[in-house]
């Protein structure tokens, strides 16, 4: 795997620590235990450089002879790009975050303030922008699969290891002048045995960035006062962007865009007993693609969020998407919408209209193509029944998504007067940068 890293064309790895011969798991394990504490360890009130990091770890497992299969390969002055500032919590529902704050329990409200501090420790009140914290359950003792086969053909054995895998709340937040506040409802689907969860934080303003955590948290148990709720998150689906209607045109890697909406918050816990955010497709069978960690909130809510998957490589022809989301509650909502796979790669138009018709003023053309962030050249060419021209618009287009709703027409000729009543015949074409094609013919009326 390392070869690849550094032989990859395409843009490799700029720095390996690997090895360059034989070395065994727990000799692995040692090594990357110290690497991980020297790597966040600064080194005289600055942060370390690649070497200082690689000298550091070696010289704590000296006496392994495993040790010394590992080598640097990269520069070794060179540094990683570390968040200049420090993200602190203040308090938690308004009791100081250096004294024992109230337990996150199942289905309470939560509020977390804290600030952006500079290299002196005082709050950075230079610092506006956006905040990304995330709140983690308890850690969970994982094991390994235990799969791998020695030189000996001995089995290896399940290793335990301690991870977070679920996730309490992921958000994001306004950052004005160093400070913060964030509020979330705790899932009903934490585990209810008390321990200590975390608070990790990252935060940027388009120059500089901050994190930091809290570790000191306890998360647990049940509050028995929350107040009712039996509704389940409203759900708005679209395929790329939200110009998409239902049956519409899409290339064989679309995007799923679910907008969701819950006034007690998503549950994106992912606690593996059913209440995961899911989708899945009429032409796959027994696939569910799990879709927590790709819901972001909305600025400065918990209430609100999309989700914006990727699928690959999907069959031409009709497909029927399902969307199902649970809030912290566990009440889940479910919506479905169809979509057409281009049969091929060549430039395709479907549900070409103009809205409003009838008209008497205005009207948009509007078409969906297999073609999204592209160049195109659009051209409407207006005839009477009878097959003269009376109008051509053009116009160019960069479309972000499949359907497009840029053209208008103020229903003037090409003189600039006006069109009278009746039935109009319209061809649409639309043109990519390679030079293909694809023309339609609709009909449109106009009302004086």
Avoid at 109 to 134: A, D, H, K, M, Q
Avoid at 257 to 262: G, R
């Amino acid at each position: 795997a390392g070869e690849l890293v550094m032989l990859n064309p395409n843009g490799g790895g700029i720095c390996l620590f690997t090895t360059s011969r034989l070395a065994f798991s727990s000799s692995n394990n040692n090594l990357c235990q110290r690497f991980f504490t020297h790597v966040f360890t600064p080194i005289n009130g600055r942060m370390p450089t690649m070497g200082e990091v690689f000298e550091q770890t070696k010289i704590d497992v000296y006496t392994d002879p495993y040790v010394r299969n590992f080598l640097l390969i990269g520069d070794p002055a060179l540094r990683m790009a570390y968040p200049q500032y420090e993200v602190v919590t203040s308090t938690i529902n308004g009791v100081p975050a250096n004294l024992p704050t109230d337990t996150l329990k199942a289905l309470s409200r939560i509020t977390v303030t804290g600030e952006v501090r500079g290299l002196n420790g005082s709050r950075l009140t230079s610092f506006n922008g956006t905040l990304y914290p995330t709140v983690y359950d308890k850690t969970e003792t994982i094991y390994t699969l235990g799969n791998d086969i020695n030189v000996t053909n001995d089995p290896s054995f399940p290793a335990p290891f301690q991870l977070r895998k679920n996730v309490i709340f992921r958000g994001k937040v306004s950052v004005t002048n160093g400070s913060f506040s964030f509020t979330f409802i705790v899932p009903r689907d934490i585990r209810f045995q008390y321990g200590y969860g975390r608070i990790s934080y990252y935060a940027q303003n388009g120059q500089t960035d901050a994190h930091g955590f809290n570790n000191d948290i306890v998360v647990g148990g049940y509050n028995s006062l929350a107040a009712a709720d039996s509704k389940g998150p409203e759900i708005r689906l679209y395929m790329n962007d939200e110009k998409f209607v239902r049956g519409g045109l899409t290339d064989a890697n679309p995007y799923l865009l679910a907008i969701v909406s819950d006034t007690s918050g998503i549950n994106t816990i992912g606690n593996g007993i059913g209440h995961d955010m899911t989708a899945e497709l009429s032409t796959e069978t027994n696939k569910i693609h799990v879709l927590n960690d790709y819901f972001e909130s909305d600025l400065n809510s918990y209430q609100n969020g999309k989700v914006y998957y990727p699928f690959a490589e999907l069959s031409p022809g009709p497909h029927t998407v399902t969307f199902k989301v649970w809030d912290v509650y566990n009440n889940s909502s479910e919506s479905s919408t169809d979509f057409i796979v281009a049969e091929s790669a060549d430039l395709a138009l479907s549900h070409v209209l103009n809205y409003p018709n009838p008209f008497t003023t205005r009207t948009t053309f509007m078409f969906e193509h297999n073609r999204p962030y592209t160049n195109l050249d659009v051209q409407v060419q207006v005839f009477t029944v009878s097959g003269k021209l009376i109008k051509t618009i053009s116009g160019k287009i960069f479309s972000t998504g499949y359907r497009s709703d840029d053209l208008q027409w103020d229903g003037l000729d090409d003189f600039g007067d006006r069109i009278g009543r009746g039935v109009y015949v319209y061809k649409l074409r639309v043109r990519a940068s390679d030079g293909s094609y694809a023309d339609k013919f609709e009909k449109l009326v106009i009302l004086r």
